[in-house]
Nanobody, 113 residues
């Protein structure tokens, strides 16, 4: 299983970004997937999950601002991030869980003016 994450960058507070995670070797719609993030000096935290059945769940810190979705035709999971703030600055990692976690390479999100 290979996951290719993209879409990170530098954005001003209040701005938006959309992260993408394209999979090969396995299928997102048959497995759970999502996003973690890790800020400097902090532990990796779960941001959002989408199950094989399409159920979604979010960390309290991003509820109402982030939306996880999946395009089955592209075998890709997205994370739409709105109203970004400095506390969202981190490296974001996508994952797929199929017997074990598979990870994307990480994409940096920096929120700064």
């Amino acid at each position: 299983v290979q996951l290719q994450a993209s879409g990170g960058g530098l954005v001003q507070p209040g701005g938006s970004l959309r992260l993408s995670c394209a999979a090969s070797g396995s299928i997102f719609s048959r497995n759970d997937g999502g996003w973690y993030r890790q800020a400097p000096g902090k532990q990796r935290e779960l941001v959002a999950v989408i199950t094989s059945g399409g159920f979604t769940n979010y960390a309290d810190s991003v509820k109402g601002r982030f939306t996880i979705s999946r395009d089955n035709t592209k075998n890709t999971v997205y994370l739409q991030m709105n109203r970004l703030n400095a506390e969202d600055t981190a490296v974001y990692y996508c994952y797929m869980f199929t017997a074990r976690h598979y990870w994307g390479q990480g994409t940096q999100v920096t929120v700064s003016s």
